[in-house]
């Protein structure tokens, strides 16, 4: 069975910065892209960043470039989204999520694994 555990969400103030991880288990990663989404009350379930299976490409939404930044360690099926310069408006649920493919994708009907979440609220 293949499972995605997200952690280190948490409540941090505005500017600060939190470092979420995504450890996967069940099954080897190799080959596949990962991806970060976050989803807040009333909205819908957004990309925020994806890494390819090597780590030589990444994606970021609009929204967080220049703040956010994705990596992976395969060696430990772990992939890792450290956020800095938080905003009151990045308060959301944050979801990993993986894909039986190794090319990165935005839409979340993309992929095919998913964490149960972890929350992450800014206050102001």
């Known amino acids: 069975q293949v499972e995605l555990v997200e952690s280190g969400g948490g409540l941090v103030q505005a500017g600060g910065s939190l470092r979420l991880s995504c450890a996967a288990s069940?099954?080897?990663?190799?080959?596949?892209?990962m991806g970060w989404f976050r989803q807040a009350p009333g909205k819908e379930r957004d990309i925020v960043a994806a890494i390819t299976w090597s780590g030589s490409y990444t994606y970021y939404g609009d929204s967080v470039k220049g703040r956010f930044i994705i990596s992976r360690d395969n060696a430990k099926n772990t992939v890792y989204l450290q956020m800095n310069s938080l905003k009151p408006e990045d308060m959301a649920v944050y979801y990993c999520?993986?894909?039986?493919?190794?090319?990165?994708?935005?839409?979340?009907?993309?992929?095919?694994?998913w964490g149960q979440g972890t929350q992450v609220a800014v206050s102001s």
């Open positions: 999520a993986a894909r039986n493919g190794a090319g990165v994708r935005t839409g979340s009907n993309d992929y095919d694994y």
């Open positions: 069940g099954r080897s990663f190799s080959g596949s892209a």
